[in-house]
Every structure is written in C-alpha cells, then in structure tokens.
C-alpha cells in the first residue's frame, strides 16, 4: 500500500503544494501538458529551485496576464492582485468544459466546493452566491486543478496530513485586513473537525486553498503513520519565517498490513436505554467512527451498566464527543491512542446460483478471504425466497469473486 503524507510543520497553499509534488517527481511537463487541458489561455508554469535554511526545495510560479509582474512572487495567492471575479458556477463550468480526467475534475470541483462553503459562511451568503475574487484567478485555478492532476498521477492509496499550523497577527486581502488565521481558512477546517494549531509566528502560513486541499485530501490528521519511506518532496513558499518556510511530501509504502493510529473514545452509561444506544451507535457512524461497540459491565453497588467504545481518526473526536454527550447521560469520556494492522481490502462481485451479492475481499500473503455483505446477501434472500445461510454459505466458499 502507497501512502502519501502531508507535513504542514509551516503550513500550506496551494504554490506550496505544487511545488511538492514536482519534488516528489510529477513531472513539470506532464503537469503543464494536462493543465493545458483546461479552457485558459495566458498562463505558464515556473519552476525554480530554491533554499529554505538550507534545505534544497522547489518553488512554483503561475505567471498569468491577469496581474502585473511585480506581484508574481507573493507566498499567498489570496493577496495576488486580480481583475478576475468568478463564481463557483463560472469555475465549475469551466472545469466540466476542460479535457482532464474524470477524476481531476470530480477532485478540483470538491475543493472548490469547499472553498465556496466557507466564503460563504463568513460573508453571510450561499456558496452559488460566492464571487471569488482571487481565488477565482487563473494561477489559483491552476493552483487547485493541479494539485488534482498530481494526486492521479500519483495515485496514492491512502493520504493523511500532520497537524496544521498557522501564524497570527493580521494579513491584507480584498476586504481589508483581517485576522490570521484567515476566517476562510477557519471554516474550511471546522467543517470538516480538523485541528489547527497556532505557531509563534507572525505571519499567515496557512491559506484557504491550501487548507481547503488538504481538507479534502486527507483521511485523518496526526503523527505520521508507520510507513517504509520511499521519497519526499519539498515545497518551499516565497516569505521568510523563523522555521523553514516549506511544505513537506513523504511517499512511502507499507506491508500487506495496513498500519494506522487511531484514538479510542469510551465512557460507561448505567441510565441510558438500550434503544437510544442503538441509535447512538447509528450517528457514531454516521460521524465517521471506524468501529463502535457495547460491553455490558458492573458499576459501582453493582449496577448493570454498557461500556461504550469508540475507535475513530483524531480528526473526528470532536464530533464523536459532541453525539456522547448530548444524547446519553455521560458526563465525561476517556480517550487514549492505539495501533492498528488492517489487511488491503476491495469490493468484489461474488455469483451465486441466485444472484450476485457484493463481498469484501482481503489478502494476507497467498491467502484470500471472502466476506460477503450482510445487506446485500439479505436482499437478495427476500427477493429469491431462500434462506439467507445458504447465500452467506454458498458465497463465502465461492472463489469466483470478479
């Protein structure tokens, strides 16, 4: 398994990203080559390779027609000056106009979206109803766009991030001066519960694009998991800070096992009904929580009582302790981290005399092990009117998984 890993110890934009995927290896004239797929004109890439405290990195310039050239080295794209205004709207069509991948454009239209939901938020608005000033710019198109193209050539099996850093203090952009972290990038990250935390810095670190890419990218944020590395990126912004200002790509790959951190959420309920349980296990779910269950125990004066434990992405915790605390009548929960082997798994098609049902299929090493879907073998059991052990029988012996 390929795991890609975001290091945000500096934060990150969408310049930064681009210039990390070139010095993980996507190659500038393939990702020139795909962008020119897009309905643009005016633009070009240009890479450069600088030094960040010493330590050697890429640097990636849009240069576009739409703003002079004095302004072209600035770190944050949100402060490049452009007469460009256009709304999710106008930048959705143009990517659906385009001739990238299917991919490319389903991934560049969710950050976009992303992006639109937050602006919205913060100006009292719909996200049909954003103008997008800068962002709405060709480099921050190009921007976005490739950063997409770069995670399908990559093709990475699973994407994850480090905390998120940013300064503080105050930043200029179209509406004025306004706070660090920029309110844009504070909705992107609170809707989608990841954390953030504030460096002793002066200075943004961390753009909307940028956090609106990672937000959509990876799958759960914290130390980097346990991975052979097989090479890095360095993405390296254009302001000077007292650490180095660079985003950092790791590549890396792991065994058959699939080795993962996550955090264990548990508390024990002694006044809460078994049918509100089940439903608490529903939105734990629903939540994101990668496993939930219940053990009956004894609390003190030997009260009959359920221990509930819940496994979930630290990105996560804040909702899963929001649904604990507000539909049962826990007052407090534990939360300790733990380390997880999962075996790669894929969907499969498995035939059987009555149909197909859909099934897991996992490998450990030369053996391959076939779990069917419990609600598709129970649908197609009502439908055919055969008992549902000999479809669950049948096809969990069946080799012939397409």
Same mark, same amino acid.
């Given at each position: 398994? %390929?795991?890609?890993?975001?290091?945000?110890?500096?934060?990150?934009?969408?310049?930064?990203?681009?210039?990390?995927? !070139?010095?993980?290896?996507?190659?500038?004239?393939?990702?020139?080559?795909?962008?020119?797929?897009?309905?643009?004109?005016?633009?070009?890439?240009?890479v450069s390779d600088v030094s960040k405290h010493g330590i050697k990195?890429?640097? =990636?310039?849009?240069?576009?027609?739409?703003?002079?050239?004095?302004?072209?080295?600035?770190?944050?794209?949100h402060h490049r000056h452009s007469h460009e205004h256009r709304t999710m709207a106008d930048i959705a069509a143009l990517i659906a106009k385009s001739d990238v991948s299917t991919k490319v454009k389903d991934l560049s239209d969710k950050i976009f979206m992303r992006l639109a939901v937050a602006e919205a938020k913060v100006h009292g608005t719909t996200p049909d109803k954003?103008?997008?000033?800068?962002?709405?710019? !060709?480099?921050?198109?190009?921007?976005?766009?490739?950063?997409?193209?770069? !995670?399908?050539?990559? +093709?990475?099996?699973?994407?994850?991030?480090?905390?998120?850093?940013?300064?503080?203090?105050?930043? %200029?952009c179209q509406h004025g001066r306004i706070p660090v972290p920029a309110p844009a990038?504070?909705?992107?990250?609170?809707?989608?519960?990841?954390?953030?935390?504030?460096l002793d810095i002066e200075g943004e670190m961390m753009t909307p694009t940028g956090a609106a890419i990672v937000a959509e990218l990876a799958e759960n944020f914290g130390p980097m998991p346990e991975m052979r590395i097989l090479k890095t990126g360095y993405g390296a912004g254009?302001?000077?800070?007292?650490?180095? %200002?660079l985003l950092r790509l790791f590549m890396g790959e792991t065994d058959d096992g699939h080795h993962h951190t996550c955090t264990v959420v548990e508390?024990?309920?002694?006044?809460?009904?078994?049918?509100?349980?089940?439903? =608490?296990?529903?939105?734990?779910f629903e939540a994101g929580a990668r496993d939930v269950f219940f053990t009956p125990i004894y609390m003190k004066k030997c009260r009959p009582?359920?221990?509930? %434990?819940?496994?979930?992405?630290?990105?996560?915790?804040? +909702?899963?302790?929001?649904?604990?605390?507000?539909?049962?009548?826990?007052?407090?929960?534990?939360?300790?981290?733990?380390?997880?082997?999962?075996?790669?798994?894929?969907?499969?098609? =498995?035939?059987?005399?009555?149909?197909? =049902?859909?099934?897991?299929?996992?490998?450990?090493?030369?053996?391959?092990?076939?779990?069917?879907?419990?609600?598709?073998?129970?649908?197609?059991?009502?439908?055919?009117g055969v008992p549902l052990k000999e479809i669950l029988f049948y096809a969990s012996t069946s080799n012939d998984a397409q």
């Open positions: 398994m %390929n795991i890609l890993y975001f290091d945000c110890f500096s934060g990150i934009s969408g310049d930064m990203t681009l210039s990390a995927f !070139i010095d993980l290896g996507v190659k500038p004239g393939q990702l020139a080559g795909e962008l020119k797929k897009l309905p643009l004109e005016g633009w070009e890439l240009r990195a890429k640097h =990636v310039d849009v240069i576009t027609d739409e703003r002079p050239h004095a302004h072209k080295g600035l770190h944050l794209f954003v103008h997008f000033h800068e962002v709405g710019a !060709i480099d921050s198109i190009i921007d976005i766009v490739g950063a997409a193209i770069c !995670i399908d050539i990559l +093709a990475p099996d699973k994407i994850c991030a480090s905390v998120l850093h940013d300064g503080y203090g105050f930043v %200029n990038v504070v909705e992107v990250l609170a809707a989608r519960k990841v954390s953030i935390r504030q254009t302001k000077e800070f007292p650490v180095p %200002n508390t024990n309920i002694d006044d809460t009904t078994p049918e509100i349980l089940g439903y =608490v296990m529903e939105r734990l009582a359920t221990r509930i %434990n819940v496994m979930c992405d630290d990105a996560d915790i804040p +909702a899963v302790e929001h649904i604990l605390f507000t539909e049962t009548s826990t007052i407090g929960v534990r939360k300790y981290q733990v380390r997880r082997t999962c075996l790669p798994r894929k969907t499969v098609t =498995v035939a059987t005399p009555y149909g197909e =049902v859909q099934a897991k299929e996992s490998i450990y090493g030369d053996t391959r092990r076939i779990s069917i879907e419990y609600d598709d073998a129970r649908r197609l059991a009502k439908e055919k």
